[in-house]
Each structure stands twice: as C-alpha cells, then as structure tokens.
C-alpha cells in the first residue's frame, strides 16, 4: 500500500508499506531531511514505534534481511 501525501518534505513523501504478521499492521520506511532513514511500524491508524538508523546500518540490515530470505527459498 503506498499512503500518498502532497508535500516536498522527504519524511512527507509517499511511502511503500509492508503487512506484518505480528503484531498485525504494516512497516514503512522514509527518508529524514538530516540524512538517516526513519523506520515505522504501523498497527492501525496511528504509528506504533518508529526509530531512525543510518544509511550504512540500514543496508547492512537489507543484505540481513535478505540473506535470511534467500534461506527460507520459494514459497
């Protein structure tokens, strides 16, 4: 699901969001003006948690992600 908003703001652009099983909701990550990434959890109408990590630990974070993807194969 993609929640568009109309500013130029980078934490304000239109941002891809990911279901989750639990806790039931949706993840999406944005980027910050000040050159980090703002990750969010969402489980309803409102943010949950959110955190900020930078953009070194966040590509190591994918290439973990994806990594452990790979393992599980094809569904």
């Given at each position: ?8 703001n980078p934490e ?13 909701g949706e993840i ?48």
């Open positions: 699901m993609v929640h568009p908003t109309h500013e130029n304000k652009i239109p941002h891809r969001t990911y279901n989750t099983l639990e806790p039931k999406a990550v944005a980027q910050k003006p000040e050159g980090v990434l703002k990750i969010m959890i969402y489980t309803g109408k409102v943010t949950h948690f959110e955190f900020t990590i930078t953009r070194e630990n966040a590509f190591n974070l994918a290439m973990e992600i994806l990594q452990h993807a790979y393992r599980l194969g094809e569904p």
